[in-house]
């Protein structure tokens, strides 16, 4: 088996020649040539999996410049030995730079927002809490034909089997869409379990993004099982749920990938006016959950007279209004949905464009007023 890897290693190394990565067999100290001897003896001395090849392979066939390569230290997750997280945290440092886009910035064209993962994500969605059965399968064939690209689930919403039907019924291919997924604290202790419990249930091959629902016994553990997933090309990017700034400052000295994304509570009524803008000033997209308030409080918050008359003014919906608010704070937006009237609409937020004073009326509306307890 070592054997095998370091032909396929020595191959590679070969056709990356053939290529010309610019300048890099001219470079001494601290470059490629000097890591790839380090790959070389982590080979001999760890268990590496083909996977790994894998993502070396992608860094490798990158062809990166010499630009892109000088200073960087190849041990990005700085314990000292080159390892699997660092080929993967390679491959993401790759991604980016190929992408030339920059990280947490919404696109209104593509309607998409790229990741510190280096993944594009859609900026809207499908929320699927209480959508069960037949429900949730006709809920995501609706969004998905209707243009939505973005489903959001989790193992605590019983429902990630149904989601897994309606991706199929949908017939939109599997890689133009983005499924996001969250482990339970219950699943926390045996998340490597949970993780491909969830790929099967979802009848996927990869989830675009799992998150952890809220911090709880073995969170850390988790993460670091939703690390490894990513190094071996199960999940795309991770991030966090329900996770608050003196959370994050406590937890992310402790992990080796920073987090793609946080998922919050956020709406007019509750626009976590410190928390969103401490979280992308670390180069994490922002997503909000019960964007309308949630069942049970969308009544008051889509009746509020604020919202309704800046509705009325660019002839749209409160809920368009109040999603299109939040575009324009880059913060992702799930709405969820059974009605496919509502799914369509809750698409069209980019025919225009509120004011800055529009904006400020909103930012007014905040209660710090909570709808649930995470
Ligand atoms: N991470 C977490 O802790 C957490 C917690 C809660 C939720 N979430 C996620 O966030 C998503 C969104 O939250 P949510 O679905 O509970 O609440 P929500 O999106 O705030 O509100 C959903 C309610 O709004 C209605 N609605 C949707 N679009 C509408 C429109 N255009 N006009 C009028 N009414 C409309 C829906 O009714 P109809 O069915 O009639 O359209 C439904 O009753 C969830 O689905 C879930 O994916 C995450």
Same mark, same amino acid.
């Given at each position: 088996m070592k054997r095998l890897i370091l032909s396929v290693l020595t191959a590679l190394i070969t056709v990356t020649g053939a290529f010309g990565i610019n300048g890099c067999d001219k470079m001494a100290d601290n470059t490629v040539i000097t890591s790839q001897t380090a790959i070389i003896s982590d080979i001999s001395q760890q268990n590496f999996t083909i996977q790994d090849i894998y993502n070396l392979q992608d860094f490798l066939l990158a062809r990166p410049t010499e630009e892109d390569l000088? $200073?960087?230290? &190849? $041990?990005l997750n700085g314990d000292g030995v080159w390892n699997v997280f660092d080929l993967c945290l390679m491959k993401r440092e790759l991604l980016l730079i190929k992408q030339k886009k920059e990280v947490g910035v919404f696109d209104m064209e593509s309607k998409t927002v790229l990741l510190n993962s280096g993944y594009e994500m859609p900026i809207i969605g499908l929320g699927t809490y209480s959508l069960l059965d037949d429900t949730c399968i006709n809920s995501v064939v609706a969004e998905l034909q209707s243009g939505g690209r973005l489903i959001d689930t989790a193992y605590? &919403?019983?429902?990630e089997e149904s989601v897994g039907k309606g991706i199929k019924q949908s017939g939109v291919p599997r890689e133009e869409m983005f499924i996001e997924t969250k482990l339970y604290p219950n699943q926390y202790a045996d998340a490597a379990n949970a993780i491909d419990e969830a790929l099967e249930k979802l009848d996927v091959d990869y989830i675009d993004l799992m998150l952890l629902h809220h911090p709880g016994t073995n969170d850390l553990e988790a993460y670091k099982a939703m690390e490894q997933a990513v190094a071996d090309g199960k999940i795309r990017s991770i991030g966090l749920s329900n996770w608050y700034i003196e959370e994050l400052e406590d937890f992310?000295?402790?992990?080796t990938i920073m987090p793609a994304l946080v998922q919050n509570e956020i709406h007019p009524y509750y626009q976590e006016i410190e928390v969103v803008p401490y979280i992308q000033s670390l180069g994490i997209v922002m997503q909000g959950w019960y964007p309308l308030g949630g069942r049970g409080y969308t009544a008051e918050l889509l009746g509020n007279e604020t919202i309704n008359s800046i509705a009325e003014v660019h002839n749209v919906s409160a809920a368009q209004v109040i999603l299109r608010w939040n575009l324009q704070r880059n913060v992702v937006v799930i709405p969820g949905s059974s009605n496919p009237d509502h799914i369509k609409e809750n698409l069209e937020l980019f025919d225009f464009k509120l004011s800055d004073e529009e904006m400020e009326k909103i930012k007014t509306l905040n209660r710090d007023e909570k709808h649930d307890w995470y």
């Open positions: 000088r $200073d960087k230290n &190849y $041990d605590m &919403y019983h429902n992310l000295p402790q992990i």
